[in-house]
């Protein structure tokens, strides 16, 4: 008898993916994908806006904040009350870069505004030990701060005298300043300008030469009020092409400041524009009456007239644009921004832009 047997096969088990799951799977990566990346492009023009918007401010303020501190100090002149400091000028008037320190403040109009704000700069502590008014020499207590060609300031509460250092000055410590007549003679022999005049009139005994007499005497005494030696500035802002263009082709405008006659100096790149207005007392209560143009102070039969109109002059208005070095926006700018009475009306790029203003009273000029 044969027995029936039967012959049991292994199950087979499913291995692998079929081709409609791999679509799927890959369909729902895409998707995530997608998603990943939509988030970080959002997130990085997010970041470009928040950047180029701090950057702006930033630049804005550190140039409202600079011409501020400046402006407030124009007509300052260490030892007395801006104009009624009685000093004389002893630079050469006919001599290169002469400056007339007489007047305070000057601006001009155009495209772009520009401002001279002239004081004497107090952040040194240099007093006068020993002065003969007959002698080209000042004896100092400190010459740190002091060097040959500079345009410094002598003065008391009685008045002052500005002329430029002739000789080169030790490089620390005590020592003497020296203002002959005549063009500095520096290192190397190189004369500088506009060096000082030869003042016969205000001299004891109307002396002559090369030694250089002062309006008064400086020596300190019984008698004499303590004196001072500060460096005296002119600083000329304006907005100018640096001669860069950007990665985009655009002209770099920038803020200058310049001292005297020295080079211009690059202060903040990006300033698109610059307006200035002038707050002048009519009546002599120390209150703005009007704000105006500088054009409108320039204008006058004689250079005292001139000087005259400045001389009410006791606020300044600010304006400036400032735009990012990237263009960021998710649209083009078509805004106009509104500088004190001047519309500007930029180009319609994706650039963010801020325009700041700020009322500035020259401290000098208030009672």
Known sequence: MIANTCIHYPKRHQSGLTLVEIMVALAISLIVLAGVIQIFISNKQS????????????DGRFSMELLTRDIRMA?????????DLNFANNLDSAGSGFIPFTDALRGTDGTYDTIIIRKS??????????????????????????DCGDIVMV??????????????????????????????????????????????????NRGRGSTHCLSRSYDPGPDTPPSYVYAVQSLTYSVADTGRVDKYGDPILALYRQNGSSAAQEIIENIEN?????????????????????STLNVGATVDEIAENWDR???????????????????ADTNTYQLLDVT????????????????????NRLK
């Open 155 to 204: 003065c008391n509460v009685n008045g002052g005298d500005i002329f430029q250092i002739t000789n080169q000055v030790n490089s620390t410590g005590a020592g003497t300043v020296v203002h002959n007549t005549g063009n500095a003679h520096c290192a190397g022999g190189q004369q500088q300008t506009p060096g000082n005049l030869s003042p016969v009139d205000q001299c004891p």
């Open 313 to 331: 002059v006791i606020a300044v208005q600010i304006a400036i644009v400032v735009r990012s070095a990237d263009a960021v926006r998710a649209t």
């Open 121 to 146: 700069d107090n952040s040194s502590d240099v007093s006068v030990t020993q002065h003969n008014q007959m002698a080209a020499t000042l004896f100092v207590n400190d010459v740190s701060q002091l």
């Open 75 to 83: 007509d300052f002149w260490g030892c007395g009350g801006g104009t």
């Open 47 to 58: 970041y470009s806006v928040i950047e180029a918007n701090s950057r702006v401010q930033e």
């Open 274 to 294: 610059f307006q200035l207005r002038y707050g002048i007392d009519n009546n002599e209560d120390y209150s703005v009456d009007q704000y105006v143009t500088a």
């Open 344 to 363: 500007h009306d930029p180009a319609d790029d994706m650039r963010l832009r801020r325009a700041f203003t700020k009322t500035v009273a020259i401290r």
